[in-house]
């Protein structure tokens, strides 16, 4: 729930983005530490051209195999395309080009490499003038109470004092330092994130509700501070 609502997200402001800047097409989108390609896919779906760049063999070899469904079912028509390969953010520049990408996928990552001040940087590298970042970061303070209200108290304290975990002003002022402009945040998960899949799943009135309610509640400051993760997008600035 909490990802289809950050999809309709970041569909609307790649569009806006688009509009704005209008990129040659399809778009050149780099999904950094895109796993098995769940958000690939889909971006693929709206005419861009992926490239999932992950260091975890396993997934790209998922990847692999989604990818060729992907193409079958795609079509000759399609101008999206979906490849995998493997390196890390430090990489990132060395295997796209500097100044090489439209737009840079990096959702849920920063938490595992191993400097994400210098992943963010390589990232600004990596895009063209104006290009876009969509950037998914869990937020530090609720994976801490997720964590102690499990039980999990030495993991929650573990996380506090975890350098590589930020709250949201934090996350707002990494993406800034390395040169963006933050077009706009939302917490992912608000609220959604904190009710049982049970709940909703075999009511699809309940479901769409529940969905009405992460997509107002997503943009409060109050609520985005307490999602489980938050969702900027943002443009490099020059
Ligand atoms: C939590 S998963 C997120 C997957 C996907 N982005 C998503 O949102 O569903 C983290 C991903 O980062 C990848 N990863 C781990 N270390 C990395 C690094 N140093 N550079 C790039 N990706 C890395 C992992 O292999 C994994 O696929």
């Known amino acids: 729930m909490a990802d289809t609502v950050l999809m309709e997200r970041l569909t609307e402001e790649l569009a806006a983005w688009t509009a704005r800047t209008r990129p040659e097409l399809p778009c050149r ?12 896919s889909q971006l693929a779906d709206q005419g861009h051209a992926l ?9 790209l070899a998922s ?33 796209v080009g500097a100044g090489a990408a439209d737009v840079v996928v990096c959702h849920r990552v920063l938490e595992v490499v191993d400097d994400p001040e210098q992943a963010l940087t ?12 969509s950037l998914v970061v869990g937020l530090r303070r609720s994976v801490v109470l997720g964590q102690a ?9 573990r996380t506090w004092q975890d350098r590589r975990r930020f709250d949201l002003e934090q996350v707002e002022e990494l993406v800034v330092e390395a040169g963006f402009r933050i077009v706009s945040s939302e917490g992912v998960g608000a609220v959604a994130g904190y009710v049982p899949e049970a709940l909703v ?5 309940a479901h ?7 997509r107002a509640l997503s943009t409060d400051p109050a609520f985005r501070a307490l999602a489980p993760a938050v969702h900027v997008f943002a443009e490099l600035a020059g």
């Not at 490239?51 to 997934?59: E, F, G, R, Y």
Request: aromatic letters at 2%.
């Open 201 to 205: 799943e075999s009511d699809a009135a």
């Open 63 to 95: 990847l692999e195999r989604r990818a060729t469904e992907w193409a079958r079912g795609a079509g000759a028509g399609a101008t999206g395309s979906i490849r995998g390969v493997q390196g890390d953010a430090s990489e990132l520049v060395e295997l």
């Open 122 to 133: 390589a990232v600004a590298a990596a895009l063209r003038p104006r290009g876009a970042l």
């Open 51 to 59: 490239t999932v760049i992950d260091p975890n063999l396993d997934a």
């Open 29 to 40: 989108v780099i999904d950094l530490g895109g796993g098995t390609g769940t958000f690939a």
């Open 208 to 214: 769409e509700e529940l969905a009405t309610l992460e």
């Open 149 to 157: 209200l499990a039980g999990h108290l030495g993991s929650a304290l």
